[in-house]
């Protein structure tokens, strides 16, 4: 895909009369096997390339994805997958090492909290998050970022203002994760209210994106396409598997219905959410795991035509 891009940009330029390597782009690495393929992606668009940025969303559903179909698999409750540990940690370290021994920028992550208007502690909360995020990046070895939100722009700056220098190019991390850190599981809770909250934001975001919108603020988080995959990917490999919960039960089928439908029985004033609703659900209980929660999501659209 990447050399498909060069070809893009190398064939723009000389249509237009541009010099090879005008045109610039920075790479997104948000999949698992993208992760393995780093230094190809480099290669591939060695005159336009400025760097690799980490895509942690849908890094999160990839792994899932890929990996999920196995019980030895099981992840943990999504808010316990943080940066910091296991494959992500991995992930942002590995990301940085090839693209500074290539002379490329790694660029850190979007933190998904976003500001709280009406609660002044939620919002400091959600400022200290964003702010250690930050930090850890360029501790780290990052060269620069990315927010959910323009308020959260000062906050990111403030934290890349110890970068001695524009970037930090000469810095590799002192260890270089493996295959085996790149794999690892994150350890965390499992819960019913994990379960409960996967159920409200990937049916309240689907019943958003059929109605138009992208990107919608959630229990004061900013949710995508991607968090809403992360959502239904838990959800299904959870009840594949009969997940056990850290209440002692597990997730059966009879649990996630009741669960389901208390959950979106709250939501029923939202617009579309009974379409949402049907759709998720059944994407979740699938015997197959549908590649993208969109393609489906595209037919009703269509189907309204």
Not at 35 to 49: N, Q, Y
Not at 126 to 149: C, F, I, P, Y
Not at 178 to 184: I, S
Not at 242 to 261: I, K, S
């Amino acid at each position: 895909e990447a050399a498909l891009w060069r070809d893009v940009f190398e064939f723009a330029e000389e249509w237009l009369g541009f010099d090879r390597g005008t045109i610039k782009a920075t790479v997104l690495i948000e999949t698992l096997p993208a992760a393995f393929e780093m230094d190809e992606i480099l290669h591939a668009l060695r005159d336009h390339i400025v760097g690799l940025n980490c895509g942690r969303w849908d890094y999160i559903f990839s792994y899932i994805k890929r990996l999920g179909r196995s019980p030895n698999r099981l992840t943990p409750d999504r808010s316990a997958m943080t940066m910091d540990r296991a494959f992500l940690a991995a992930y942002s370290l590995r990301l940085i090492a090839t693209c500074h021994r290539r002379g490329a920028h790694a660029m850190g992550g979007m933190a998904a909290f976003i500001p709280v208007k009406s609660d002044e502690a939620a919002n400091a909360a959600a400022t200290d998050k964003v702010r250690a995020d930050k930090l850890r990046e360029v501790t780290n070895g990052h060269d620069g970022t990315w927010v959910a939100h323009p308020a959260l722009v000062p906050v990111a700056m403030e934290a890349f203002e110890a970068m001695a220098g524009p970037n930090q190019l000469a810095k590799v991390p002192q260890h270089v994760p493996g295959r085996v850190d790149m794999l690892e599981l994150h350890t965390g809770p499992r819960t019913e209210a994990g379960a409960r909250e996967n159920i409200r934001v990937g049916v309240q975001y689907l019943a958003a994106w059929l109605s138009g919108k992208g990107a919608v603020p959630l229990y004061n988080l900013m949710e995508d396409a991607a968090t809403a995959e992360i959502c239904r990917a838990q959800l299904w490999q959870w009840l594949r598997f009969e997940a056990p919960l850290d209440n002692g039960t597990r997730l059966t089928g009879e649990l996630f219905d009741r669960l389901f439908d208390t959950e979106v029985h709250i939501l029923a004033d939202i617009p579309k959410i009974d379409e949402a609703a049907a759709l998720f659900r059944q994407m979740v209980t699938a015997a197959e795991f549908e590649e993208f929660l969109t393609l489906p999501a595209y037919d009703l659209l269509l189907n309204e035509l």
